[in-house]
Nanobody, 123 residues
Framework: QVQLVESGGGLVQAGGSLRLSCAASGFIFSAYNMGWFRQAPGKEREFVAAAISRSGVTTSYADSVKGRFTISRDNAKNTVYLQMNSLKPEDTAVYYC???????????????WGQGTQVTVSS
């Protein structure tokens, strides 16, 4: 019954912006920390950002996206977002949202994962 469905991916030019959404169902969304991960071709999955279960309290970002990406969540809508600005070609990857009982940047600690959405940034 657990579902995490990402949307909002697509093709964007370098310097542009994109907003990803992840709609959650089948679990108590407000009790879970939410994270975004990405995996580029030929590379390992990497942490992007996380938001604590209590909306607006605290967030965490990978150094590579600090100042450009913003994670947010709306617990009333069971949705987590990733606003991506000033996109670079190296941001190209499949982006996944995930849910964890712990506030962590380690993928193995996440319990639920979405199917991923492709983000492609052209130069």
């Amino acid at each position: 019954q657990v579902q995490l469905v990402e949307s909002g991916g697509g093709l964007v030019q370098a310097g542009g912006s994109l907003r990803l959404s992840c709609a959650a169902s089948g679990f108590i969304f407000s009790a879970y920390n939410m994270g975004w991960f990405r995996q580029a071709p030929g590379k390992e999955r990497e942490f992007v950002a996380a938001a604590i279960s209590r909306s607006g309290v605290t967030t965490s970002y990978a150094d590579s996206v600090k100042g450009r990406f913003t994670i947010s969540r709306d617990n009333a809508k069971n949705t987590v977002y990733l606003q991506m600005n000033s996109l670079k070609p190296e941001d190209t990857a499949v982006y996944y949202c995930a849910a964890s009982k712990a506030f962590t940047r380690y993928g193995k600690d996440y319990d639920y994962w979405g199917q991923g959405t492709q983000v492609t940034v052209s130069s």
